[in-house]
């Protein structure tokens, strides 16, 4: 029982209790045409509720607005040989990532990865989400990717913040950042729980795309570990089967582009964990549905959830398990 104790620490009666009644609280889900294939948070939430049992509830923080943002811990049988970090919902719309998140933390909970230490973060940025779902309620069309006060939380952490590349003066709004660094509550809780758990490896999940990033975002040199970033990103590659995500440094997606003050840099740039940016889906956009060109929501989330879903998780699952 020994390879437990680390954990005794995280399990909190009083969190338990404030999550279920926070769950039972959240309002009944609309019936939305174009979030079909996708849950809001009453769903999503309670879903995990049925299926905690004992597992480790956390509230690692409040939001801008006053919300919960929740972790939740599952350890294996056996020597912890690694501990492991998944994390989605850092950007508004991108609806897919929590699904794929709250897919691994079910399974886990349900089959406890045996040697790993596990912590869930389904949804980083409640506020976000929550002006999403009421538009989505009220039939409204806007693009959101920050939190409460408009901040992009994929661009408010401490490493590589300043851009060096040579075009930053000709395109500087491609290479722009919070006010400071970790200058909002969302982005302080996920360093805090990093710094505090130490994690070997983490994924950050977004969409869309159809690649695992691997650092550095904010510079174009390759890192150290680059080879072991490789591997893993193969790993979840042959996971995937066929049409399986790409696996590239992100600072190399393109030769312009640059991603400063990233989770990514910042994750492996601070604590050394081994962190991937995985963009799931290559978008719900069709050619030849106009209606999806406007729809914010389908650029990121397609109609069809269940095979990207089943992607994405036979991708974490890899980097979590490696079985």
Same mark, same amino acid.
Request: proline share 7%.
């Given at each position: 029982?020994?390879?437990?104790l680390?954990?005794?620490?995280?399990?909190s009666?009083?969190?338990?209790?404030s999550?279920?009644?926070?769950?039972s609280r959240i309002?009944?889900?609309?019936?939305?045409?174009?979030?079909t294939?996708?849950?809001?948070?009453?769903?999503?939430?309670?879903?995990?509720?049925?299926?905690?049992?004992?597992?480790?509830v956390?509230?690692?923080?409040l939001s801008?607005?006053?919300?919960?943002? &929740?972790?939740?811990?599952?350890?294996?049988e056996?020597?912890?040989?690694?501990?492991?970090?998944?994390?989605?919902?850092?950007?508004?719309?991108?609806?897919?990532?929590?699904?794929?998140?709250?897919?691994l933390?079910?399974?886990?909970?349900?089959s406890?990865?045996?040697?790993?230490q596990?912590t869930?973060?389904?949804?980083?940025?409640?506020?976000?989400?929550?002006?999403?779902?009421?538009?989505?309620?009220?039939?409204?069309?806007h693009y959101?990717?920050?939190?409460q006060?408009?901040v992009?939380? $994929?661009r408010?952490?401490?490493?590589? !913040?300043e851009a060096?590349?040579? &075009?930053?003066?000709i395109?500087?709004?491609?290479?722009?950042?919070?006010?400071?660094?970790?200058?909002?509550?969302?982005s302080?809780?996920?360093?805090?729980?990093?710094e505090?758990?130490?994690?070997?490896?983490?994924a950050?999940?977004h969409?869309?795309?159809?690649?695992f990033?691997?650092?550095w975002?904010?510079?174009?040199k390759?890192?150290?570990?680059?080879k072991?970033?490789?591997?893993?990103?193969?790993?979840?590659?042959?996971?995937?089967g066929?049409?399986a995500?790409?696996?590239r440094?992100l600072?190399? &997606?393109g030769f312009?582009f640059?991603a400063?003050?990233t989770?990514?840099?910042?994750l492996?740039?601070?604590y050394?964990?081994?962190?991937?940016?995985?963009?799931?889906?290559?978008s719900g956009?069709?050619p030849?549905k106009?209606?999806t060109?406007?729809?914010?929501? !389908?650029w990121? $989330?397609?109609?069809?959830?269940e095979p990207?879903?089943?992607?994405?998780?036979?991708?974490?699952?890899?980097?979590?398990?490696?079985d």
């Amino acid at each position: 029982m020994l390879f437990l104790l680390p954990w005794l620490a995280l399990a909190s009666p009083e969190d338990i209790a404030s999550f279920e009644v926070w769950t039972s609280r959240i309002p009944d889900p609309p019936e939305v045409e174009v979030s079909t294939g996708y849950r809001f948070q009453h769903d999503v939430f309670t879903e995990v509720a049925e299926v905690l049992g004992d597992a480790d509830v956390e509230k690692l923080g409040l939001s801008g607005s006053g919300r919960p943002i &929740w972790a939740f811990h599952v350890s294996g049988e056996g020597p912890i040989e690694r501990k492991v970090l998944v994390f989605g919902g850092i950007h508004a719309l991108e609806w897919i990532s929590t699904e794929v998140a709250v897919d691994l933390l079910v399974e886990s909970l349900r089959s406890p990865p045996p040697g790993v230490q596990l912590t869930v973060v389904p949804l980083l940025n409640p506020d976000g989400r929550a002006k999403v779902e009421k538009d989505l309620r009220e039939g409204k069309r806007h693009y959101r990717r920050g939190n409460q006060a408009n901040v992009d939380l $994929n661009r408010d952490f401490a490493v590589h !913040r300043e851009a060096r590349a040579p &075009w930053r003066k000709i395109i500087p709004g491609y290479y722009s950042t919070s006010p400071e660094a970790l200058s909002q509550p969302e982005s302080q809780a996920l360093d805090a729980l990093a710094e505090r758990e130490q994690y070997d490896r983490a994924a950050s999940l977004h969409a869309f795309g159809g690649f695992f990033y691997y650092p550095w975002s904010g510079r174009w040199k390759r890192v150290d570990d680059h080879k072991e970033f490789v591997r893993l990103g193969r790993l979840m590659e042959d996971a995937q089967g066929g049409h399986a995500y790409k696996t590239r440094q992100l600072a190399r &997606w393109g030769f312009f582009f640059r991603a400063q003050g990233t989770e990514l840099d910042h994750l492996y740039g601070e604590y050394g964990t081994y962190t991937f940016l995985i963009e799931l889906t290559r978008s719900g956009i069709k050619p030849f549905k106009p209606k999806t060109w406007k729809t914010y929501f !389908r650029w990121y $989330n397609p109609e069809d959830a269940e095979p990207h879903r089943a992607r994405g998780l036979a991708a974490v699952r890899a980097l979590v398990r490696e079985d």
